[in-house]
Nanobody, 127 residues
C-alpha cells in the first residue's frame, strides 16, 4: 500500500515561488498516476495538476496553467509541484494523491480517480 507525505509548504509573498514534494512509500508508486489538489479556506477541494505514471502526460487546472509544473521521479518515489508567480488565491492546503492504477499515459483530474491521499501541506501567499 502506498503512503504519501507532503512537504515544502509555508508562507511566501505574492509573486514568489515554492516547490512542494510528495514522498511515497510502497512498491506501486511507479505504476500510479499522481495528482495535486488543494483546498482554499472555506472552499471545496479542487484539482490542481496531475501526471501519468510514465510522466508522459500532464494536466493542469486553468487557474494554474503556465505557473505550476508537476513532475515526478520514479526512482525516488517522489512527485513535485513547482509553483511560481504565486497569488493570494493560491493560498490553500495542498494534497498529494495517488491514482488508481491505470494506463501509462492517463492523468486523472477527478477526486474519485484517486484512492490514496497525503495529509496535506499549507501554502499561504501574502499580498
Amino acid at each position: 500500500q502506498v503512503q504519501l507525505v507532503e512537504s515544502g509548504g509555508g508562507l511566501v509573498q505574492a509573486g514568489g515561488s515554492v516547490r512542494l514534494s510528495c514522498a511515497a512509500s510502497g512498491r506501486t508508486f511507479s505504476s500510479r498516476a499522481m495528482g495535486w489538489f488543494r483546498q482554499p479556506p472555506g472552499k471545496e477541494r479542487q484539482f490542481v495538476a496531475s501526471i501519468a505514471s510514465s510522466g508522459g502526460r500532464t494536466r493542469y487546472a486553468d487557474s494554474v496553467k503556465g505557473r505550476f509544473t508537476i513532475s515526478r521521479d520514479n526512482a525516488k518515489n517522489t512527485v513535485y509541484l513547482q509553483m511560481i508567480s504565486l497569488k493570494s488565491e493560491d493560498t490553500a492546503v495542498y494534497y498529494c494523491a495517488a491514482g488508481i492504477q491505470g494506463s501509462l499515459y492517463y492523468a486523472p483530474t477527478l477526486s474519485p480517480e484517486y484512492d490514496i491521499w497525503g495529509q496535506g501541506t499549507q501554502v499561504t501567499v501574502s499580498s
